[in-house]
T-cell receptor, first 112, second 112 residues
Framework: GQSLEQPSEVTAVEGAIVQINCTYQ??????LSWYQQHDGGAPTFLSY????GLEETGRFSSFLSRSDSYGYLLLQELQMKDSASYFC?????????????FGKGTTLSVSS | DVKVTQSSRYLVKRTGEKVFLECVQD?????MFWYRQDPGLGLRLIYF???????EKGDIPEGYSVSREKKERFSLILESASTNQTSMYLC???????????FGPGTRLTVT
């Protein structure tokens, strides 16, 4: 089986930095992904880490430590439009294919 | 531009009805997925398919079945809808060698 743990809610102000943590337990590991979902919208891909270390994409960075089964999403220079739910996800090796398994999501609220 | 479409944005059905949710992708992706999303529970995998006519159960397959007769189309079937299947249903697809999963806009199903 597999499980992912992430905080349910995070609040921050515009311009701040916020870190959303994710710990996971899987039978096999093929990388940690992050998705963003705005209210009423579909989840959209943000980042993917297969190896340990930090991946940076603009204001967003994602980190992975495979030995600790831990990763985080770092959002810098927060903007109001960053208010959304953020999901970490791992690929789980099924009998014949791989499926993305998601955490329960972290709701980020950015205020002015 | 990558596209995953779902047949309905909103659907209202009665208890006991047979319900079909359709999903079509235009990216020639091998893998297709059905998730349901409920507040506080995140995205839970119902079924996925890694090839035409091939399917694999996810975490919550009870009460659902799927059909994939063509590569671009993946259908979710509720054999006898129940009120506890009221939810947002999200379809997704992913290429065999890709780590990015693309989601459709979702179908909000209400069973009364």
């Amino acid at each position: 089986g597999q499980s992912l743990e992430q905080p349910s809610e995070v609040t921050a102000v515009e311009g701040a930095i916020v870190q959303i943590n994710c710990t996971y337990q899987t039978s096999g590991f093929y990388g940690l992904s992050w998705y963003q979902q705005h209210d009423g919208g579909a989840p959209t891909f943000l980042s993917y880490n297969a190896l340990d270390g930090l991946e940076e994409t603009g204001r967003f960075s994602s980190f992975l430590s495979r030995s600790d089964s831990y990763g985080y999403l770092l959002l810098q220079e927060l903007q109001m439009k960053d208010s959304a739910s953020y999901f970490c996800a791992v690929r789980d090796q099924g009998q014949a294919g791989t499926a993305l398994i998601f955490g329960k999501g972290t709701t980020l609220s950015v205020s002015s | 531009d990558v596209k995953v479409t779902q047949s309905s944005r909103y659907l209202v059905k009665r208890t006991g009805e047979k319900v079909f949710l359709e999903c079509v992708q235009d990216m020639d992706h091998e893998n297709m997925f059905w998730y349901r999303q409920d507040p506080g529970l995140g995205l839970r995998l119902i079924y996925f398919s890694y090839d035409v006519k091939m399917k694999e159960k996810g975490d919550i397959p009870e009460g659902y079945s799927v059909s994939r007769e063509k590569k671009e189309r993946f259908s979710l079937i509720l054999e006898s809808a129940s009120t506890n299947q009221t939810s947002m249903y999200l379809c997704a697809s992913r290429g065999q060698t890709s780590y990015e999963q693309y989601f459709g806009p979702g179908t909000r199903l209400t069973v009364t």
